[in-house]
């Protein structure tokens, strides 16, 4: 059983808890989106929580925010639950699930939950969660359709790679009309370099693509489906915050191009330059985001 994580004293799961209630009452998405995300500020500035975990939550909270408050209510939940070793989904029926909990392991055996775990179960299941237990300590409970995967075929990576490639482009384009606040001339300037300098990038992709597979490889109605997915992963949040996961979603999908190009004996040396240097320029986007983030 994971360490229950509620009993440290001044921490954003504890503060959770103790506020749960009352969050769960805000009846305005943003609004509670933003007032959690004002304390988790304050526990960052105070080390109680790290910059790499607070920009890994903001960014979880944010895409969170864009499936409207079912969602926002199920990533604090489930938040809150993880250090306790539970999880929750939205119940299809009457909650109270709690009642017969058993293991992940092979025997199924019964356990007894804590007392603090039998208290946060009870407080959760009471706005309509079902809550379980979990093999381990995951943070990340925002369902989303799983877009980085095992390639099925060298053909299929490269579309995918070259599918996020527009669809960052057309992101990087939308930040740059829509920047906005203190930093407007700043992000207006940034994002525009970006989405410039991606043509040529793009461009040799598609190309390398009609080369070993034919120009069907690259029909519109294949690569846009595709595109779409990537652009709906990235909605709602703020534009800094979808740029660097959208270039975290680029370093992944280059990786699994460039392995499964490799172990099907079909990485050329102009693709293992291609996708090494992309890798390389996309980098250096993420470092200049994350300087912006870092404000």
């Known amino acids: 059983m994971p360490k229950d994580l509620t009993q440290a004293a001044d921490n954003p799961t504890r503060w959770l808890h103790d506020n749960y209630s ?55 939940s489930n938040y809150m ?33 804590t007392e603090e775990q039998e208290r946060l179960a009870a407080l959760v299941e009471s706005y309509g969660f079902t809550v379980t237990l979990c093999e381990e300590n995951v943070l990340d409970f925002v369902e989303e359709e799983e877009l980085i995967s095992e390639a099925g075929s060298t053909q299929d990576a490269l579309q ?19 920047a906005q606040g203190d930093n407007a001339y700043g992000n207006h300037l940034l994002f525009q370099r970006l989405y410039e300098g991606m043509e040529d990038r793009i461009d040799a992709l598609a190309e390398k693509i009609v080369g ?48 499964k190009l490799k172990e099907d004996d079909a990485l050329s040396l102009g693709l293992d330059d291609y996708l090494m240097a992309a890798a390389n320029d996309h980098e250096t986007n993420l470092y200049l985001l994350q300087q912006v983030d870092k404000g």
């Open 22 to 76: 009352a969050l769960m009452g805000i009846q305005n998405p943003e609004e509670l989106h933003n007032y959690v995300v004002e304390a988790f500020v304050d526990f960052n500035k105070r080390g109680a929580l790290g910059n790499e975990n607070f920009r890994k939550f903001k960014m979880d909270i944010d895409r969170a925010l864009s499936g409207g408050m079912a969602r926002l209510q199920s990533y604090l």
């Open 81 to 113: 639950l993880a250090g306790a070793g539970m999880r929750a989904e939205w119940a299809n029926s009457t909650p109270g699930m709690m009642a017969t909990m058993i293991t992940e392991d092979l025997d199924c055996n019964c356990v007894a939950l």
């Open 160 to 178: 995918e790679a070259l599918a996020l490639l527009r669809a960052q482009q057309w992101n990087y384009w939308s930040s740059h009309w829509q």
């Open 212 to 259: 070993y597979f034919g120009s069907d490889a690259v029909d519109d109605s294949l690569i846009i489906e595709k595109t779409q997915k990537w652009i709906k992963k990235w909605e709602g949040g703020e534009s800094v915050s979808r740029a660097i996961l959208s270039e975290h979603d680029m370093q992944s999908t280059f990786k699994t191009a460039y392995d």
